[in-house]
């Protein structure tokens, strides 16, 4: 994809969607870090549900130690791996208390030692929570990335360097939700929705279905 295509395709998804954001609930950077570690093999429906009940009874990391394990997992049973999920929540939230003074860290090396937290869910939180220009790449990311040749690449690092390298500067808070939706709503696994797909003359998908 030329870099006047890429421009183009960026300046459609933010006409659009001028302030596009992420589709979990969250009232602070910990809500936030909570409901991106439940999200994993989940969606954010049922994240949202599940976190609609805990954060009116718990909101912080206290408040969740406070808790318990067993009382935790009685509000995130119905999201999968709810198990190993709320054992990573009671540690990160001891973390955060001991270490972090109860706050949210700013750096990608201090969330990843947060356990659970992978390099996607640090870069959600820089991104969503902080506005730093990072790129979470997930698998709606990852598909649109390679078959629009925006970012083409073999694994999610690869794509991630090439995003933050082929992302028009002015775009790139805001790249990682637009990117998302679309894959998510759009350019779907299965059945990519060309039709109705607003940047369908910009991708260079060979397979379009109409």
Known sequence: ????????????LQAE?????????????????????LSAQATDIGVNKATDKLYK??????????????????????IGLYNTK????IKTCDILINEHNSTVPKSREALEALP??????????LNTAFGMDTMAVDTHIFRVSNRTGLAPGKNVLEVEHKL????????????????LLHG???????????SECIIEDLCGFKDKIF
Do not use: Q
Request: net charge positive.
């Open 57 to 78: 009874i718990a909101n912080t990391p206290e408040a969740i130690k406070a808790l318990g394990l067993a009382k935790l997992k009685t509000y995130v049973k119905t």
């Open 184 to 194: 998510r709503y759009v350019c779907v696994a299965r059945k990519p929705k060309c």
């Open 17 to 37: 969607n001028p302030e596009p954001t992420t589709e979990l609930k969250f009232n602070s950077p910990f809500e936030l870090l909570i409901a991106v570690l």
């Open 164 to 179: 933050l390298k082929n992302v028009p500067k002015k775009y790139l808070k805001d790249a990682h939700h637009w990117l």
């Open 1 to 12: 994809m030329t870099p006047k295509n890429r421009e183009e395709l960026f300046r459609r």
């Open 116 to 125: 659970g937290v992978g390099r996607k869910t640090a870069n959600v939180v």
């Open 86 to 89: 709320a054992e990573n929540i």
